[in-house]
């Protein structure tokens, strides 16, 4: 695999098709999870494992699942890897696991998961397949964990758990609600939309300027 090819598919994962604000997949854990930076991260971590892992296999069995039955298969590999995501956190991370709660089994039924898997994974090579698992899931985490820490920070005055100032003298409970969530993620994708298109529209005047000057040579 070339440079290139590695680059396209960082710059897929992490801007281009953003799972959270580009795609807009995986919307319950990114409103439900974000009221604190360390769930959010941690509820990133654990799909980019689960992306990682079920990509692989998914891609290693392409050319042997069956068309008929590949939706099923593909739900099988992924619960497989969701639960062993689940014991280890259980076992080794026991306060992370308790504050993910019922929404680290339901990463099965995530649909940035099940997408990968029949979008990518079940039509490329291996290495493809893990490095989009990779570069997905880091964008998944980068997404939730901005929103956790903005979230955190006005409605609790901390970021990751450490106090920055006594929240009785400025903080807004409201970003710790559910309408704060679905505000912060509007804002978020408006930003994001913003700024990717302003990038965008550069690129392509730029594309037209060396465009003309061939021309004109």
Known sequence: MNFKK?????????????????????????????????SSFGMGIA???VLIFS?????????????KVRIPCFIVIIATFVTI????????LPDLYDSL???????????????????FASKNPVLDSALDGLFMGLGF???????GIVRELLSSASIFGIQL???????????????????????FIALFTVCYNAIENKARRASAQKALAKEAE
């Open 47 to 49: 799909v980019t494992a």
């Open 85 to 92: 995501v689940e014991l280890a956190m259980n076992k080794f």
């Open 6 to 38: 590695i680059k396209n598919l960082a710059l897929d994962g992490l801007v281009k098709q953003n799972p959270t604000f580009k795609l807009v997949l995986g919307t319950c854990p990114t409103l439900a999870l974000t009221t604190a930076a360390t």
């Open 165 to 187: 100032w006594d929240p009785t003298v400025f903080s807004i409970k409201f970003f710790g609600s559910s309408a704060g969530a679905f505000l912060t993620y509007g804002v």
């Open 141 to 147: 985490t980068a997404a939730l964990t901005l929103m």
């Open 101 to 119: 709660g019922v929404f680290l089994p339901l990463i099965v039924v995530n649909c940035l998961i099940l997408g990968r898997a029949e979008a």
């Open 55 to 67: 990509n692989i296999i998914i891609s290693l069995l392409r050319n042997i699942i069956p068309d």
